[in-house]
């Protein structure tokens, strides 16, 4: 696949520009031509959901989604309830935010057994569905690479993604796939095939080779290994022609002109995705 994506489906995680807060964000985003804002919570601390997602409609953009939900496995029973209550306030703010999904980081924990763990996701999603009927919200579950089993995530692959959304057998539940994540997979092309309609979300970023951070080094789109147009034309086969949100964890970049980092996120939009 070498033609790039309508600029209309350029979305930008606010987490990539970490530094400038949620207004600023904003303007830069618009003021470069983006059409659509992931929100990471910790950015609305000053606005508030609603207010938040009235300023991102005002500046003519759309609210893709909500970051991050989650975090759901503990061998501590009470920890697990304060999970699930986080979760379902998250929920609550992505409604009142205009936010079609809350994405999930579902948690693992080295005292708990991978599959325990999974276990554990599983009933806490299944707790949630009455709340994403009743709010209209729904969840994206996002597995995570394997670097990150022991703390982040028990779900590292498409497939334990694909496995989970079809036990749960709900519409409100889906998988958001991200080429970060995921492009090592040798099954990823059957799997991103078998999710069909259950993508909710895909995002961009690249791996750097070498990185000197498992978390905070990703690269823009051009800079690393990633067959992100690749991935892209598995994504649309599968029907997916949403928003592309680039998620860039990068102290590098941070530590930079972030207005000039989204121009040059649209140039590499334009060339590497």
Known sequence: MNDSPSVDRLCIHTITTKPLALEEAIDTYAAAGVRGVTVWADAMAQLGPQAAGDRIRGAGMQVVSLCRGGFFVSDDKTRRMEAVKATRAMMEDAAQLGAPHVVLVCGADPAVPLDVARGQIRDAIETLLPDAERLGVRLAVEPLHPMYADTRSAIVTLGQANDLVEALAHDSVGVAIDVYHLWWDDALQNEIARCGERIMAFHVSDWKSPTTDLLNDRGLMGEGCIPIRRIRGWVESA???????????????????????????????????
């Open 239 to 273: 029907g997916f022609l949403g928003p592309i949100e680039v998620e860039i964890f990068s102290i590098a970049r941070w530590a930079g002109d972030q207005r000039e980092f989204v121009r040059d996120i649209v140039d590499a939009y334009g060339a590497h995705v």
